[in-house]
């Protein structure tokens, strides 16, 4: 009998090859091929069904106008019992919702999801984790580390897709969370744990029974050693919300972040601080940030920014000084490099301020990634209190894109912008003028200054 075909598949987009290469031609990743057995594009291995309890089969259905369809979600937004849980997600969890949570290993990712299914489980709902990463026993040591000792989280811990299955179906969860998605494997699949056909079918029977029973999902994925969820990028594709846990090691802040959200604001940010006791919600993100401002030194200044749809002030440093080298350096820390250099363009084009040849370093502090346009005022500012040596005034925010030409362009969300500046003590914001007929609320006690171009903003900073 002649032995089965085999097929290449890219570990990063799921292409499939005949034959082997080194780089795929369709996302271009190099060294990413590997050999499977080839399925029926359902990740199912020829000539065998899909688990039961889990996937297929079931009555005939039928289509519906859109009048017909129910427009309420069966049950709306349940919360998780962590505010910034809710916030990313859109305000809770929908039943039905498939949710792909990822992180750096260690970052904290269990122990939000621990976290979370015990205070949906205190509230009386259902909720199974099933564990392969760990087993039952470390679950249960991280649970009291935690003080959730008497949790009535139900646990499993397994591998095995149809040996889950029967335990689902007498559990009925209102929350299934697996940790991880690389780690389960189906029988009906020819092929190891964590491998694209075995991710991609394992998790497609996991929507299906998400969509079909109305039980949120929570699968945790592994991450790439470039920051990416690891697996096809088809796995992204086939989910309600993508969300990724950031923090750099160091500091105790924790990020969730939504790059994908079907029922709410993508990029929405969640910030935590990571305690003894688990992870902690931080109600005034910006007092965090802000904590440990140097005010008063040439080279700071405060930037009124937005993440998602949540205001923050966030401190951006900036160092400009004489290079040792023929070739400047150029850093920028949690913003674009091209977008600074852009910037330094601009400055030396309608400022005279020369540039070129010093070495300039950007920095966010706090660990964040911006990449707003309303960020270039607050960049500039920085660059100009360096190079000059003058320092801004601590009380001053600043925000607002810059053109080529070096115009200030209106940003969106100035009102919420204006009173979270106000509710952190600031007295003064230099901002773009606003279009014409459009007007916004200045709270009290504070001094909006609208400037037209990078000149006006100049002079703005040190009135």
């Not at 029988?187 to 969509?211: D, F, N, P, W």
């Not at 802000?290 to 700071?300: K, S, Y």
């Not at 674009?336 to 010093?358: N, P, Y």
């Amino acid at each position: 009998m002649a032995s089965p075909r085999t097929v290449y598949v890219c570990g990063s987009c799921g292409a499939h090859f005949p034959k082997w290469m080194g780089r795929c031609t369709t996302c271009q990743a190099w060294n990413t091929l590997v050999e499977e057995a080839p399925d029926d594009g359902l990740g199912l291995a020829p000539g065998r069904g899909a688990a039961p309890g889990v996937a297929g089969g079931g009555a005939p259905v039928q289509a519906q106008t859109l009048a017909e369809v129910d427009g309420e979600v069966a049950g709306g937004h349940q919360s998780t019992g962590l505010a910034e849980v809710d916030r990313v997600l859109g305000g809770g969890l929908l039943p039905g919702a498939v949710v792909l949570l990822g992180g750096d290993p260690g970052i904290g990712k269990s122990t939000l999801v621990l976290q979370l299914l015990h205070h949906i489980a205190t509230a009386g709902r259902r909720v199974l984790y099933v564990t392969g990463e760990e087993s039952a026993a470390q679950i249960r040591s991280r649970a009291e580390r935690l003080g959730l000792n008497d949790s009535p989280v139900q646990l499993l811990a397994e591998v095995t897709l149809e040996r889950m299955a029967p335990e689902i179906e007498r559990t009925t969860p209102h929350l299934l969370v697996v940790d991880s998605i690389q780690t389960v494997r189906s029988e009906t699949v020819e092929s190891a744990a964590g491998s694209v056909s075995q991710v991609r079918a394992c998790a497609a029977r996991l929507i299906h029974l998400a969509k079909t029973r109305d039980t949120a999902v929570l699968l945790i994925g592994h991450v790439t050693k470039e920051g990416a969820l690891a697996g096809p990028r088809t796995l992204e594709h086939m989910v309600d919300v993508v969300l990724y846990l950031e923090g750099d090691g160091v500091r105790a802040q924790r990020i969730l972040r939504s790059v994908k959200n079907r029922f709410g604001t993508v990029n929405e940010i969640g910030l935590f601080r990571m305690t003894a006791g688990g992870l902690v919600d931080v109600d005034n993100p910006s007092a965090l940030f802000l904590q440990e401002r140097a005010a008063g030194a040439p080279g700071t200044v405060v930037f009124a920014g937005l993440e998602g749809t949540r205001p923050l002030l966030i401190e951006v440093q900036a160092l400009v000084g004489d290079s040792s080298t023929a070739y400047p350096t150029r850093t920028a820390a949690g913003m674009d490099g091209t977008r600074v250099a852009l910037l330094q363009a601009v400055i030396e084009k309608h400022l005279g301020d020369v540039l070129t040849g010093l070495d300039i370093y950007l920095n966010i502090v706090g660990g964040l990634r911006l990449s707003e346009p309303a960020l270039d005022a607050a960049v500039v500012a920085a660059m100009l209190s360096s190079f000059r040596k003058r320092p801004i005034a601590p009380n001053t925010a600043v925000f607002g894109e810059i053109g080529l030409t070096g115009e200030l362009r209106g940003v969106s969300f100035t009102t919420e912008r204006l009173t979270e500046a106000a509710r952190q003590g600031f007295r003064r914001v230099v901002m773009p003028r606003l279009p014409k007929g459009e007007t916004v609320t200045t709270p009290k006690g504070l001094s909006v200054v609208p400037v037209a171009d990078i000149a006006a903003l100049a002079e703005a900073l040190w009135e």
